[in-house]
């Protein structure tokens, strides 16, 4: 546990905890931020350039130990003890089965309602949940000092990765997208280094630029010899979704993580109510079964649900570990995509999708 004095003064107690969410982020969003995580007695994960895995909902970045943090032992607990299997495994696992549904569920959430008015509504709901969660347990407001970067976590993580990658579902399929998604792991990691000033090695940015164009390969050829508007927002979906969780990295250090989700979703309440009443007054809402069941995942199983069982599975097993299971989620989406969705998959959406994870299996393996 670190107690602070001023923002710039810290001093560092040791103190073993066996239980509670790890002071990480992992996206989705997507949805969700895919910040650091820093969990007291155990190491600090920083957004350094280290490689991330995620989509929708679910994304680490896992960097070097924050000063003054106290080595996690092999086992990720940081007690000195191992976790009994399976239980920080299978909560992790949880998790990124919730954020492998996003994609899907925002399909369904579509049937229903027109993409601004999904989106707005989303947001409004899963800040409502967020201020349910933060008044229970008490939490005080974030210094002054921390609200510009929780700013930039609302914009890329809560309202442009969302907003965009639902513009994009509206002419793309969900396996398409989770392809082009899944370099996001890739690009998260190079905003972390940029942001942070590190310098990986050759091997990391050589990964880094092979996934890129297996995915500009893969787009191409999906759309007839073009990059399709579908895409577009795509790509520019990873570009603010990348930054917001690289901010998010950065304030994991100095907060829980789930605290800057949830901070940064209140951030947006505001502004998402009242665009609620703007879009539904606008566009037409044709309720139905699967609609309002894909605006109660996106809304909460993802980004709450999933978070919340991700960050306990992680403060069990470690961030690496973890980490690894979420290399699954791309492919999970494509099985939720013909299970869910009735799709017809392309051969070469497993083929690029296989090559991007083998990508960045590579970049974690290459971080300094």
Not at 145 to 155: D, E, I, N, S, T
Not at 283 to 298: C, R, S, T
């Amino acid at each position: 546990m670190r107690a602070q004095n001023s923002a710039t003064a810290s001093r560092t107690i040791a103190v073993t905890t066996t239980d509670g969410p790890a002071d990480g982020h992992s996206a989705g969003h997507g949805d969700s931020a895919g910040d650091a995580a820093a969990r007291p007695g155990g190491s600090a994960a920083v957004a350094n350039g280290t490689s991330a895995a995620g989509g929708t909902g679910g994304t680490v970045v896992a960097g070097s130990a924050g000063r003054g943090a106290a080595p996690r032992t092999p086992g990720g607990a940081g007690t000195g003890t191992a976790d009994p299997l399976p239980r920080g495994t299978l909560l992790a696992a949880l998790g990124v089965v919730a954020f492998s549904l996003t994609f899907p569920s925002t399909a369904w959430g579509l049937e229903s309602f027109g993409p601004w008015s999904l989106v707005a509504v989303r947001s409004t709901l899963a800040a409502l949940v967020a201020g349910g969660f933060l008044l229970a347990g008490r939490v005080p407001l974030p210094d002054r000092r921390h609200w510009a970067g929780l700013a930039v976590v609302a914009a890329g993580v809560v309202v442009g990765f969302p907003l965009l990658t639902t513009l994009a579902l509206q002419t793309s399929t969900t396996s398409h997208a989770a392809v082009v998604v899944g370099l996001l792991p890739l690009t998260t990691a190079a905003f972390a280094a940029l942001r942070t000033g590190r310098r990986p090695s050759r091997t990391f940015w050589g990964a880094a630029v092979a996934g890129a164009v297996v995915v500009l390969a893969f787009t191409v050829q999906q759309s007839g010899g073009a990059v399709s508007r579908g895409d577009l927002y795509l790509f520019g979906a990873l570009l603010v979704c990348a930054a917001g969780y690289t901010e998010g990295g950065r304030l994991a250090r100095l907060m829980p993580g789930w605290h800057v989700i949830g901070w940064a979703l209140i951030l947006c309440l505001p502004p998402m109510a009242a665009g609620s009443v703007v879009a539904l007054s606008l566009e037409p809402v044709h309720l139905n079964a699967h609609g309002v069941i894909g605006l109660a995942w996106v809304a909460i199983g993802s980004t709450f649900f999933g978070l919340y069982v991700w960050y306990r599975g992680m403060a069990s097993i470690g961030i690496p570990r973890a980490s690894q299971l979420q290399l699954a989620q791309p492919l999970l989406t494509l099985v939720w995509s013909v299970a869910l969705l009735g799709e017809t998959l392309p051969l070469a959406a497993p083929l690029a999708a296989v090559a991007v994870l083998v990508c960045i299996a590579v970049t974690q393996r290459s971080r300094s």
